[in-house]
Nanobody, 125 residues
Framework: QVQLVESGGGLVQPGGSLRLSCAASGSIFSINAMGWYRQAPGKQRELVARIFSSGNTNYADSVKGRFTISRENAKNTVYLQMNSLKPEDTAVYYC???????????????????WGPGTQVTVSS
């Protein structure tokens, strides 16, 4: 099975910084993209940032200039550096991997989404 291990969440004051990490392990075979989504209570889950195998990145407009996504491909790890945090950034952050597991590749070449358990980020005074 594919396992996504997240770390780095916590409580910070407005203007502070956090760095989230997510390491994919287990039966992951190939990765098309890695990224972070977030969901606040009562709101729809939204893409925060994503990095593709090509190196191209996507960011939500609300985090551009404040967040930076990066990766270490050899370790199947993605990072999200979050600076100048705002109360509006408060949410559960979920690591996402778009890829193929060893089990799944027996049946299809189409990638699927794998999700981490979520890590809480709270920005408050």
């Amino acid at each position: 099975q594919v396992q996504l291990v997240e770390s780095g969440g916590g409580l910070v004051q407005p203007g502070g910084s956090l760095r989230l990490s997510c390491a994919a392990s287990g039966s992951i075979f190939s990765i098309n993209a890695m990224g972070w989504y977030r969901q606040a209570p009562g709101k729809q889950r939204e893409l925060v940032a994503r990095i593709f195998s090509s190196g191209n990145t996507n960011y939500a407009d609300s985090v551009k200039g404040r967040f930076t996504i990066s990766r270490e491909n050899a370790k199947n790890t993605v990072y999200l550096q979050m600076n100048s945090l705002k109360p509006e950034d408060t949410a559960v952050y979920y690591c996402n991997v778009l890829g193929i597991s060893l089990e799944h590749m027996r049946f299809t070449s189409n990638p699927r989404d794998y999700w981490g358990p979520g890590t809480q980020v709270t920005v408050s005074s």
